[in-house]
């Protein structure tokens, strides 16, 4: 099957069955991937995939799906590697995939995003079929991250699908910039948030020269 050239080879379904309680029927999943360097709210443990992403020279770019579905929507999250890409290639891969969605339909939002000041753009589309599509992506660390809520008519937007997602570092803590471009790390970004590894020590509050460390513990120059 192909979606915007994209050729999809199953790795492993994981099917969730939701227990009597309805507020446990309700509860999303906290999903991380420190393979892929992101943390994401799903309504179940989502499905992972590898893809065959297909950017604008028509070349394969190695990528993962994931994605989970409830009450006839689909959430999905794309990761795709652009690391062995030409710098131009990558760097346009936003406005590429942005131009793609556009097709699907009627265009009723198209805008900059930004998360945690990471660059990249935002849409919203009705489908001929009167379904919505809320999509979002973001490039870091040569790494494209497509954020895809494929929603039936007259549903709620998902919110908390497209408020969730966190970019991790290898560390598996978020990722935040100044709007000087440069790293914030703060004490909330650890393994108190979505699931960030714990780093032990001081770090350094934003660009001050502050650091906040934990009791007992002082600074290390």
Same mark, same amino acid.
């Given at each position: 099957?192909?979606?915007? @050239?994209? &050729?999809?080879?199953?790795?492993?379904?994981?099917? &969730?069955?939701? @227990?009597?309680?309805?507020?446990? *029927?309700?509860?999303? +999943?906290? %999903? +991380?991937?420190? $393979? !892929?360097?992101f943390a994401q709210w799903f309504p179940a443990e989502p499905t992972v995939e590898t893809v065959e992403w297909i950017d604008e020279n028509d070349d394969v770019r190695p990528a993962r799906k994931y994605s989970a579905e409830r009450r006839g929507a689909t959430y999905t999250l794309y990761a795709v590697d652009y690391s062995e890409a030409p710098f131009t290639i990558m760097r346009g891969s936003v406005a590429h995939t942005a131009t793609k969605y556009r097709h699907l339909g009627e265009v009723t939002y198209d805008a900059y *995003? $930004?998360? !945690?000041? /990471? =660059? @990249?753009h935002q849409l919203q589309i009705t489908t001929p079929e009167g379904r919505r599509i809320y999509f979002a =992506?973001?490039?870091? !660390?040569? /790494?494209? %991250? +497509?954020? !895809?809520?494929?929603?039936?008519?007259?549903? *709620?937007?998902p919110l908390q699908f497209q408020q969730s997602m966190q970019i991790l570092d290898r560390d598996g803590v978020r990722v935040r %910039? &100044? $709007?000087?471009?440069?790293r914030i790390l703060r004490t909330d970004d650890l393994a108190e948030g979505l699931g960030g590894a714990e780093i032990g020590g001081c770090i350094l509050e934003g660009t001050s020269d502050q650091y906040i460390c934990p009791e007992g513990e002082t600074p290390t120059p």
């Open positions: 099957m192909r979606i915007f @050239g994209l &050729t999809l080879a199953l790795i492993a379904l994981t099917f &969730t069955t939701l @227990g009597s309680n309805p507020a446990q *029927a309700q509860a999303w +999943v906290s %999903y +991380v991937s420190m $393979q !892929d360097q *995003a $930004q998360l !945690d000041r /990471i =660059e @990249g =992506e973001f490039l870091h !660390d040569n /790494i494209l %991250y +497509v954020l !895809d809520a494929n929603m039936p008519p007259r549903a *709620a937007p %910039y &100044t $709007q000087e471009g440069e």
